[in-house]
């Protein structure tokens, strides 16, 4: 798509460069991490413990999941551009509440709006499918997905540095430049890929039982959900476990944060060049093996003393490594299973897997105090993932069963 001639700017029928939808999913990942060093002396700018600074992330994980849920069937009824348009406006304006927020209520309240930006979560991956089949999304999902990668790979060293030369607001004052920025490119760039929209919410709650019922949908959104809970639950504590543990400062937290995205984009590459020729199953199997199988390894390390800076971030980047070969081939089954209603089961699956996420970003939270080590957080994430396993495992056994038949 990207060698397309430049005439296609302004065509309003024409898809998307690949680089549009890199930033828009990039964006929204941005929006997560980049400031998460920064959580701490957050926390103690507004007066506020750490497990309520905490919430930043944990509720803006379940404001997501909600969104996600609305985001899909809006789309498929009115098009994938305009609600990108309004989603990225209302973005911007949020950041310039969070940055000019006087008490923690409003900043928590401007930071559940920012939540909108998901939006490109859902709509990246509903473009790609409206425009391949199955496992050709896979792979087009992955090598999306791995360009998408590089920005939060570096936004927690950037949110680091920029704390440590300018304070926290710097970080979302980025957020606001960069909201400005994708509209512009949205505008210039996102032609509508939607393909006979729906005519109302009422045609596509007549389809939804189909979509709902299908084993298939909703083993692909467990999988999924377990795969990155174990992610989210590092969301939740690593920034704890890097300042209270380890006694980092934000920018070297900040350096070491960004290890899953190293793992995440080797994964998306390996997903984007082996999924079409090895299918999306086989694929979402070794994602879900590679990150427990890293996890359980960091476990032993942490039971028996052997732990540092390097060895904990460092087996964390299997966790990106697995979830970056598992999701783009777990979105793709999902999305396939009723392309008609494409990005309704975006949002359907990605509203599972943030507020999977967002509950265990809590929990992890909870769990971390003086003291704690660790251990407690490996032990969450490693039971996330492994459930994984046994969820694909599933859907495996079920299409075997229906092979038969």
């Not at 984007?272 to 199953?281: E, I, L, M, P, Y």
């Not at 897997?353 to 971390?368: C, D, E, F, K, R």
Request: a positive charge; glycine letters at 12%.
């Amino acid at each position: 798509m990207d060698s397309l001639p430049e005439t296609r700017f302004l065509d309003r029928t024409t898809p998307p460069h690949i680089s549009t939808l890199i930033l828009i999913a990039g964006l929204a990942a941005l929006s997560l991490n980049i400031f998460l060093p920064s959580l701490p002396l957050m926390a103690d700018h507004f007066g506020v413990p750490y497990p309520m600074m905490q919430l930043s992330v944990s509720l803006y994980l379940v404001a997501t999941a909600l969104l996600q849920v609305f985001v899909g069937p809006i789309s498929d009824r009115f098009g994938r551009r305009p609600v990108m348009l309004a989603a990225t406006g209302i973005f911007t304006l949020a950041t310039l509440g969070v940055l000019l927020a006087p008490s923690f209520g409003i900043f928590l309240a401007c930071r559940m709006l920012q939540a909108v930006i998901a939006t490109g979560f859902v709509l990246s991956r509903a473009v790609v499918r409206d425009m391949v089949p199955q496992d050709q999304a896979a792979s087009m999902i992955g090598y999306v997905t791995m360009g998408m990668s590089v920005v939060p790979m570096f936004g927690p060293v950037i949110g680091g540095v920029l704390d440590q030369a300018f304070g926290w607001q710097a970080s979302f004052a980025l957020l606001g430049l960069g909201g400005l920025g994708l509209m512009a490119l949205i505008w210039a760039d996102q032609g509508e890929t939607a393909k006979g929209l729906a005519r109302s919410f009422a045609d596509q709650a007549r389809e939804y039982p189909e979509l709902l019922r299908a084993q298939r949908f909703w083993g692909y959104c467990l999988a999924s959900a377990t795969a990155s809970g174990a992610f989210f639950a590092y969301l939740g504590g690593a920034p704890f476990i890097g300042t209270d543990v380890f006694g980092l400062d934000p920018a070297v937290l900040g350096f070491y944060f960004g290890a899953p995205a190293l793992g995440y984009m080797l994964g998306n590459y390996l997903s984007g060049r082996f999924s079409a020729q090895v299918g999306v199953n086989r694929m979402v199997l070794a994602g879900a093996l590679t990150t427990t199988a890293g996890l359980a390894l960091l476990a032993v390390c942490a039971a028996v003393g052997l732990m540092s800076p390097g060895i904990f971030f460092g087996f964390v980047i299997t966790v990106g490594l697995g979830n970056g070969i598992l999701l783009p081939n777990a979105t793709a089954g999902m999305l396939s299973v009723r392309p008609s209603l494409a990005g309704s089961a975006a949002g359907l699956g990605g509203a599972f897997t943030i507020g999977g996420g967002a509950a265990l970003s809590a929990l992890a939270g909870a769990i971390l105090h003086p003291g704690s080590g660790t251990l407690p957080l490996i032990l969450l994430m490693l039971a996330s993932s492994a459930a994984s396993i046994l969820c694909i495992l599933w859907v495996m056994r079920r299409a075997r069963q229906l092979a038969l038949r």
